[in-house]
T-cell receptor
Framework: QKEVEQDPGPLSVPEGAIVSLNCTYS??????FMWYRQYSRKGPELLMY????GNKEDGRFTAQVDKSSKYISLFIRDSQPSDSATYLC??????????????FGKGTLLTVNP | DTEVTQTPKHLVMGMTNKKSLKCEQH?????MYWYKQKAKKPPELMFV???????INESVPSRFSPECPNSSLLNLHLHALQPEDSALYLC???????????FGSGTRLTVV
């Protein structure tokens, strides 16, 4: 079983739809969770960073963490064509030492159609 | 300044060449990283520098040699690469502690 599972898609939605992206993980040592957006041929851009279970909102984006189920989600409201990109979940165990390492999901390719 | 700047953006090199990738950040971050990303795959960690000291080497072949001259700069020296080393090389940085990582736009490397 991989440490982090993410459905690679592709996912295609109409403009204005609510998008739900998800990752599951098996290592209960993961404490910090991130969502990155990566446009084609560009570096990943940090969208959300969360620690505790619960919800965190930033504009049209909401990150949700359920540590008891080992499940994280990213919701995008009122999706726009400019949201078309690959979305990567990432997580790490803590700070310092070997905990610097981010473990990524495979990424989900999202297309928002006008 | 909230950016990680990588140069060059594109690089084509022969298998006998020596080249270097450069990364710069002025956010005061004390941890810096090199990642390698193949097409349609997530980034893979290569090296971590913490306070200018090599903290993690993910068993990377010696043809890749990292260097951290100061707290703002990170280099990756390349020598005798193979065609399978062609990839997007990403630099990232973070504050010490529990924070997200800021990535650069990457150097797209082609080995011929």
């Amino acid at each position: 079983q991989k440490e982090v599972e993410q459905d690679p898609g592709p996912l295609s939605v109409p403009e204005g739809a609510i998008v739900s992206l998800n990752c599951t993980y098996s290592n209960s040592a993961f404490q910090y969770f991130m969502w990155y957006r990566q446009y084609s041929r560009k570096g990943p851009e940090l969208l959300m960073y969360t620690y505790s279970s619960g919800n965190k909102e930033d504009g049209r984006f909401t990150a949700q963490v359920d540590k008891s189920s080992k499940y994280i989600s990213l919701f995008i409201r009122d999706s726009q064509p400019s949201d078309s990109a690959t979305y990567l979940c990432a997580m790490k165990r803590g700070s310092g030492g070997s905990n610097y390492k981010l473990t990524f999901g495979k990424g989900t390719l999202l297309t928002v159609n006008p | 300044d909230t950016e990680v700047t990588q140069t060059p953006k594109h690089l084509v090199m022969g298998m006998t060449n020596k080249k270097s990738l450069k990364c710069e950040q002025h956010m005061g971050h004390r941890a810096m990283y090199w990642y390698k990303q193949k097409a349609k795959k997530p980034p893979e960690l290569m090296f971590v520098y913490s306070y200018e000291k090599l903290s993690i080497n993910e068993s990377v072949p010696s043809r890749f040699s990292p260097e951290c001259p100061n707290s703002s700069l990170l280099n990756l020296h390349l020598h005798a690469l193979q065609p399978e080393d062609s990839a997007l090389y990403l630099c990232a940085s973070s504050q010490e502690g529990d924070y997200g990582y800021t990535f650069g736009s990457g150097t797209r490397l082609t080995v011929v």
